[in-house]
């Protein structure tokens, strides 16, 4: 089984930038898209980005579109967001999953196993 250990966060002014990292050990061959989320307090996990491990666009939300990148390393195993322009609406734990289905979804449910997640809070 995939297991995903997420790093990066902080704490950062508004406009500041952060980049997180997600390492996978045990990747399956069968994984075709890495998904980041977050999810901030009293709130339902959200999509955040997406990328395939091989060929594809990148897919982002409305919300952090032009302002995060999303990237790979194959050889590492490791999948990075790097936040730019960061809003206190930015605050969250982001986590990264592996999609379990082959078609594109950015539902939460067809992501999965989780990490334990990394902080983000944007704040002066």
């Known amino acids: 089984q995939e297991q995903l250990v997420e790093s990066g966060g902080g704490l950062v002014q508004p406009g500041g930038s952060l980049r997180l990292s997600c390492v996978v050990s045990?990747?399956?061959?069968?994984?075709?898209?890495m998904g980041w989320f977050r999810q901030a307090p009293g709130e339902e996990r959200e999509f955040v980005a997406l990328?395939?491990?091989?060929?594809?666009?990148?897919q982002y939300a409305d919300s952090v579109k032009g302002r995060f990148i999303i990237s790979r390393d194959n050889a590492k195993n490791t999948v990075y967001l790097q936040m730019n322009s960061l809003k206190p609406e930015d605050t969250a734990v982001y986590y990264c999953?592996?999609?379990?289905?082959?078609?594109?979804?950015?539902?939460?449910?067809?992501?999965?196993?989780w990490g334990q997640g990394t902080q983000v809070t944007v704040s002066s």
């Open positions: 999953a592996p999609s379990k289905r082959l078609s594109l979804t950015t539902s939460p449910t067809d992501f999965g196993p």
């Open positions: 045990g990747r399956r061959s069968s994984t075709i898209r």
């Open positions: 990328i395939t491990w091989n060929l594809g666009t990148p």
